[in-house]
């Protein structure tokens, strides 16, 4: 069965500092996989995805994520967070054999201004 | 992209009763998913609801407290029977089209 482990619950960080987010998916075959953020209130959106290609996945809003298969991860980066970056992040996998996406317990982002 | 109407957007229940929601997508779809999202914490799969089948339910959950109906490709509703204040979430309905997940707008779920 497919998995998906966020090992940082919440992480503190001041404005400009850089961001990694952690993610870890279980499933020996072919996937894809998502980052989800959800800003306070407000419902989920797709910042990024990867599907096949090149590793290295651009999204919205400054964020990229790298797909590195022989570690079975896929963290999210970026360079210099912002106030407006403070939200909930999720990272989600889907198997090729399964149509179902399934999401990591979540990351709580937290800017200090 | 998908347009998914979710109802109702929150209810406030008394304990043992049961509440249904209801999704309506703009376009049809083979696939709608059920999630649940308890306070604080990450979205769990309930069921997919395949049309003209039966769900499959995720480990956890089970149909009698959960039906899931599927009666065409743009339609369909989960039950939350015999609830309790567990139950409290926030229930959404998503689909797929493509490789990409749209979500309603949610149902938050109180139960006294």
């Known amino acids: 069965a497919q998995s998906v482990s966020q090992h940082n619950h919440h992480v503190i960080l001041s404005e400009a500092a850089s961001l990694e987010l952690g993610c870890n998916y279980s499933y020996g075959g072919t996937v894809n996989l998502f980052w989800y953020v959800q800003y306070p209130g407000q419902h989920l959106q797709l910042l990024l995805k990867y599907f096949s290609g090149d590793p290295l996945v651009k999204g919205i809003k400054g964020f990229e994520a790298e797909f590195i298969k022989s570690k079975f991860s896929f963290n999210l980066r970026k360079p210099s967070v912002q106030w407006s970056d403070t939200a909930e992040y999720f990272c989600?996998?889907?198997?090729?054999?399964?149509?179902?996406?399934?999401f990591g317990s979540g990351t709580r982002l937290s800017i200090r201004p | 992209s998908a347009v998914i109407s979710q109802k109702p957007s929150r209810d406030i229940c008394q304990r043992g009763t049961s509440l249904t929601i209801q999704c309506q997508v703009d376009?049809?779809?083979?696939?709608m998913f059920w999630y649940r999202q308890q306070p604080g914490q990450s979205l769990t799969l309930i069921a997919t609801?395949?049309?003209?089948?039966?769900?499959?339910?995720e480990s956890g959950f089970v149909i009698d407290k959960f039906p899931i109906s599927r009666p065409n490709l743009t339609f369909s509703t989960l039950t939350v029977s015999n609830m309790s204040p567990e139950d409290s979430s926030i229930y959404l309905c998503s689909t797929k089209e493509g490789e990409k997940l749209f979500f309603g707008s949610g149902t938050q779920l109180s139960v006294l």
């Open positions: 989600a996998v889907m198997s090729s054999s399964a149509s179902k996406i399934i």
């Open positions: 376009s049809q779809v083979t696939m």
């Open positions: 609801a395949n049309q003209g089948s039966e769900a499959t339910y």
